[in-house]
């Protein structure tokens, strides 16, 4: 019989930390979900709402909070680039007081804790495909520093709770992930192609299209991060999860439209400030460790995705920002 853990998620109304409850709960875990909702809706945990193991909190992490838990997911930021540059000031805060406020929760109660840090660590990278010894490209003034920089801190504070404190953190840099329950107004490049094609709208790509990234499924992102929990205590990372099959954003767009059928037209807006012109991550580190590697291929990520965006009520999903 697997141990029985009290396991805190922030940011588990989340596209990524909605799943992540899902699987803790269903092996049986005593789960907390943190939200304020800033990116999210009750609606992606509102199938655990009925469940015994399951509770949740409307809570803010810049604020501390007083929890009695075994583990914690460290997921509570807004992820996608329009939700970041929405409130910048309000992202680099949720980065560095959340990590404070969750370290500080993890110190008291000796808890072992994880931190969803990203690939934006490595900035716009001059080394492909990155590794983790990679220390990476940030512009600390541009529009995406709020979350690079902040992401950097609380890698900073884990390692710092880590050397100073003894406590058994974990790193995980996460690299673009979609799937089901993306939040369809979110702008990334996943839900914004498959919300235009299914609608019939055309389809932006920013700049030539020519800049790369590497997309990993949900599920299998999630397993890597659990393995990263329940993993060797001698193994703190950071480590890289992604999917290392890189293709181009025309290349997305056009495999994207051969997927639903549309007869969308590709158009061509202008290339983001400092939008990183490629990445890939090498995952060398994950497999010997972990033994762990992505299972799903892009096609059949997409058509997973697709199917979920084709059932969904549009209205139910607020906009958070103007900016999708
Ligand atoms: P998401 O925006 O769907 O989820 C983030 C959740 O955090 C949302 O439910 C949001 O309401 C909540 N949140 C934001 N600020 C908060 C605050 N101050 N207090 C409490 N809750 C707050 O994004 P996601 O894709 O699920 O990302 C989850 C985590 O993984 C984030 O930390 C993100 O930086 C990291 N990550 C994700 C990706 C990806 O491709 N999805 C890539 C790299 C890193
Ligand atoms: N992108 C695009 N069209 C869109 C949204 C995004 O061409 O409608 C591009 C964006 O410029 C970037 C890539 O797709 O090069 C991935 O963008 P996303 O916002 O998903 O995530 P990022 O990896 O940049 O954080």
Known sequence: ????????VTGGAGFLGSH?????????????????????QKTNVAHLLGRPN??????????????EVDQIFNL???????????????????????????????????AKILQASTSEVYGDPEVHPQPESYRGAV???????????????AETLFVDYYRVHKLNVRIVRIFNTYGPSMHPYDGRVVSNFIRQAIRGEDITVFGDGSQTRSFCYRDDL????????????????????????EFTIV???????????????IIHKDLPVDDPTRRRPDITLAKTKLGWQPQTRLREGLEKTIAWFRTIRWEEFRAPTPNY
Do not use: W
């Open 222 to 245: 999630i397993e890597g991060m659990l393995r990263m929990m329940n993993g060797s205590d001698d193994f703190i990372g950071p480590v890289n999860l992604g999917n290392p099959d």
């Open 1 to 8: 019989m697997p141990q029985i853990n009290r396991v805190l």
């Open 54 to 67: 399951f509770d949740l909190i409307r809570h803010d992490i810049t604020q501390p909070l007083v929890l």
């Open 139 to 153: 512009n600390p003034i541009g529009p995406r520093a709020c979350y690079d920089e902040g992401k950097r801190a």
């Open 20 to 40: 992540l409850c899902e699987r803790l709960v269903d092996q049986g875990h005593d789960v907390v979900c943190v939200d304020n909702f800033f990116t999210s």
């Open 76 to 110: 509570a930021c807004p992820a996608a680039p329009g939700h970041y540059q929405y409130n910048p000031i309000k992202t680099l805060k949720t980065s560095v007081m959340g990590a404070i406020n969750t370290l500080g929760l993890a110190k008291r109660c000796r």
């Open 251 to 265: 290349e997305l767009a056009k495999l994207v439209i051969e997927l639903t059928g549309s007869k969308s037209k």
